[in-house]
């Protein structure tokens, strides 16, 4: 596999977004979903009835909101994206939606990036809020928080004032107690 430019990488990413619809209904968000799921499976070996059933998880899950669902998409798509279910990949080996979603963002996978495109677009149309810089809501104090884990490797590349760009979806919150549920 070969290393691409971070141009490269963001034209790849780019071409493939721009070639996909936006979805404006919920069956076309389901659709985007069940596309990616399925492709990540028969590209990770996991089995069809696997991804069957992951698929079906994500949707009982969602559905279990309906009424909100009715009134505003972005549910959905707020529900899938922080879904707990865990498809099984192999032996032993799960991942949350989330975080599929961000391997193939980060991947740049030209067989898993156009179906992944479809949910990136319903996310940033349904959930991501564009305001003018001067209406911005900044965290108190410029600080926000993510929990997580991270590689004893990297931790001094991370220090105090650094700006930094991920090539992914990267769940903050301004509330400190809420990032390290």
């Known amino acids: ?9 963001f034209a790849t990413f ?23 799921v399925f492709a990540a499976c028969r590209k990770y070996g996991a089995s069809e009835d696997a991804a069957r059933a ?24 707020a529900l899938i994206w922080t879904s707990d279910i865990k498809l099984r990949l192999g032996a032993g080996n799960t991942i949350e939606f989330c975080s599929l979603l961000n391997r193939i963002l980060r991947e740049r996978d030209p067989d898993l990036l ?18 003018e810089p001067s209406n911005m809501r900044y965290p108190p104090g410029g600080k926000s928080h993510r929990g997580g884990a991270l590689p004893a490797q990297h931790l001094s590349f991370f220090t105090e004032g650094l700006k930094f760009r991920v090539p992914m979806f990267l769940a903050t919150s301004f509330e400190e107690e809420v990032a390290y549920r």
């Open 114 to 131: 156009p179906p992944g495109c479809g949910v990136v677009r319903g996310i940033n149309l349904l959930c991501v809020t564009r305001r």
């Open 14 to 36: 780019a071409r493939a977004y721009e070639a996909t619809d936006t979805p404006e209904f919920p069956h076309q968000l389901a659709r985007s979903l069940q596309l990616i």
């Open 54 to 77: 992951f698929f079906k998880g994500l949707q009982a899950q969602a559905f279990q909101h309906k009424e909100e669902l009715l009134e505003n998409m972005a549910v959905s798509a």
């Open 1 to 9: 596999m070969s290393i691409m430019s971070d141009a490269d990488a």
